[in-house]
């Protein structure tokens, strides 16, 4: 069973703190990917990755950085938190579209509460 | 650049009723076309999808959906629902024009179905 995972359901956190957000999958996939679900706004992509050590910024990273360094981790990082990041994060993967397999798998999201 | 328009951001209905959720898109070349759901506090699930072939998708839970590529849509429907398929729904799409091999997605911005008893 595929699956996508994130380091936590919920998380608060301080204006000006710098906060992780860490995402693993265990299906080897070379895609990886994290958005922000608001209501009324969908989700919108923040940062992408390609590859190990490769990432490309999405729609809306103002604000935000991503690391990764091994092909099953992808963390986004806030690196001073402000109450407008307040929001779900959701992370996803997918294999390269060369295979033919073009959905992305999802986590169960982190509600951040920014104070 | 490719975008996608879910028509309605609430759709409430009554159980057993059918309902269409609609979605339309725009992009000047070829498209792969998905549905997502997401049940109360959970990620997203994929419903159905559509990469080529018959244009009438069978998903997931008595999900369908029809790609029209005349009218650019990709409207998702269930005969009768029942109040375990109360969620929201996201359609998305991709594409050659999403940045290469990696295929990102461009999602709507959701329908809130609600099943009422």
């Known amino acids: 069973d595929v699956k996508v995972t994130q380091s936590s359901r919920y998380l608060v956190k301080r204006t000006g703190e710098k906060v992780f957000l860490e995402c693993v999958q265990d299906?080897?996939?070379?895609?990886m990917f994290w958005y922000r679900q608001d209501p009324g706004l969908g989700l919108r992509l923040i940062y992408f990755?390609?590859?190990?050590?490769?990432?490309e910024k999405g729609d809306i990273p103002e604000g935000y950085s991503v690391s990764r360094e091994k092909k099953e981790r992808f963390s986004l990082i806030l690196e001073s938190a402000s109450t407008n990041q307040t929001s779900m994060y959701l992370c996803?993967?997918?294999?390269?579209?060369?295979?033919?397999?073009?959905?992305?798998?999802f986590g169960p999201g982190t509600r951040l509460t920014v104070t | 650049a490719q975008s996608v328009t879910q028509l309605d951001s609430q759709v409430p209905v009554f159980e057993e009723a059918p309902v269409e959720l609609r979605c339309n898109y725009s992009s000047s070349v070829s498209v792969y076309l998905f549905w997502y759901v997401q049940y109360p506090n959970q990620g997203l699930q994929l419903l159905l999808k559509?990469?080529?072939?018959?244009?009438l998708v069978k998903g997931i839970n008595g999900f369908e959906a029809e790609f029209n590529k005349s009218q650019t849509s990709f409207h998702l429907r269930k005969p009768s629902v029942h109040i375990s398929d109360t969620a929201e729904y996201f359609c998305?799409?991709?594409?050659?024009?999403?940045?290469?091999?990696?295929?990102?997605?461009?999602f709507g911005k959701g329908t809130l179905l609600t099943v009422n008893p």
């Open positions: 559509y990469l080529s072939g018959s244009t």
């Open positions: 996803a993967s997918s294999s390269p579209a060369q295979r033919g397999t073009y959905e992305q798998y």
């Open positions: 998305a799409v991709s594409g050659p024009n999403s940045g290469g091999s990696n295929y990102k997605l461009t």
């Open positions: 990755s390609y590859d190990v050590k490769m990432k």
């Open positions: 299906m080897d996939h070379e895609n």
